[in-house]
Structure formats: C-alpha cells, structure tokens
C-alpha cells in the first residue's frame, strides 16, 4: 500500500474481540431505576462526561450544558422531582400496568436513590436550525449513557424533568442568565447516574417497519 492510503492509525479497525464488546456493551445499556447507595467518584463522573463531549454536534457547536447535581442540592432535587410526578400521574395511571405505576411511582419519589442527577440543556441559538441543537444534545446524552455501562455504573435518562421546566430553571438559578432570557437556554433531559441495585430485563425491541432499505 502506498503511504498515501495508509489510514491513521485511529481509523484502522478495532480488533474482533473489541468489536464484539462494544456490540454488548450496546445491548447491556438498559435503563437503570434504582441504585446502590454509594457514591460515584469524582474520577469516574469525569470521564463518564468527558465521553459526552466527545460526540458530534451541528456545525461543531458543542451547545450543551450539563449541571451536576450530588449531595444537599441533589437531595433538593429530589424534593423538586416528587412535585413533578403529581404533574404526570394522572397520565400515566392510564397508561401503566398497576405494578408499574408503583415501581414509577416510587422512582419519582426517590430518583431510585441516585447520588448523582444532571440536567441536560441546550444551548440554542439563530446560527442553528432548533432541530439540529437538540440533536446534538441528545448525541451527547447517549455517549454518557454509553460510558456508564463501560464504568459498570447505570443511568436513566428522564424527560420527567420537563413537567416541572421553569422550577428546574429557578432550581438552578439558570432563569437569570442572560442566554436563559434571550431564551436560548433549554432543559432538555435529566439523567440520573449511580451504580446499579437491580437488573431489569432488556425492553423489548422493535424491528419491523424500523428500517427501510431501499
Ligand atoms: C428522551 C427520553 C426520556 C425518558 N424519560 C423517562 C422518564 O421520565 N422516566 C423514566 O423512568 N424513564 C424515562 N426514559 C427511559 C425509557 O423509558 C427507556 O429508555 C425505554 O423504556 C427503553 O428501555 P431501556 O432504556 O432499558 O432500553 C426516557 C428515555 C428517553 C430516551
């Protein structure tokens, strides 16, 4: 091969035995709900969120934010969590199977005793289709996610926040920011992170229709 079409080094293939680890590390990802009660150390938290900055985004923006919540402030985070689920119970009492309802239930109450919760925005501005932000945060959300089973740490990732939008901005004091009043600052998502107190089995996948070749 000439020098030319010599690759970098770090797009030559992983190996075979990577490759079929990260294949399970994909399918081990579930949604973890309740948690041990110990911390997660400030080390590990660091890479689990240096893994989120390292996904693309629009236009190499980069425009998230993520404010991590432990101890006393996570604890009245808690307190604001509990208000959102009177929010969205009615809803969901419909739609859940009773024992589910409970176990949500109980998770709304306690975020599953997890030590850590990070509230996930966007940065949006004019520059970006509104679309394409969110995107990008999400891309982030998910190498989090993703570097949470590689720590052996779990995670949910929560829209529940959203019930409760303008208290969470309050919560963070992030109403005052300026980019917050030229409303370009938005909650997207919670994740909440600890090391796992359960395994739930995998949630069903849907296959048909999900992907159209042609
Ligand atoms: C954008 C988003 C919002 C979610 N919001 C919640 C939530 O508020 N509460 C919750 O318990 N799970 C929430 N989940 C987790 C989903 O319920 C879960 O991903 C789905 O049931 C599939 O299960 P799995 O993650 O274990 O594969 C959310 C997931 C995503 C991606």
Redesign the pocket.
Known sequence: MSASLEKPARFAAFSESFREEFYRLLEA?????KFQQREVSQEILDRVLAAALQAPSGKNRQNWRFYVLRGEKRDEYVKLSQKSWLGIKDVLVARLKPSLYDF?ER??YTLGDAPVVILCYSINDAEERYHTSIGSV?MA?ENLNLACVAEGLGC??????LEIKQEVDQFLGVDKLAEHQAGQLEL???VVLGWPDHD?P??ARQIDDRIVFS
């Open positions: 990802r579930r949604s973890i709900r949500t998770f709304f999400y959300v949910c990732t929560m829209g529940a926040p997207l998502c919670g739930p995998k949630a």
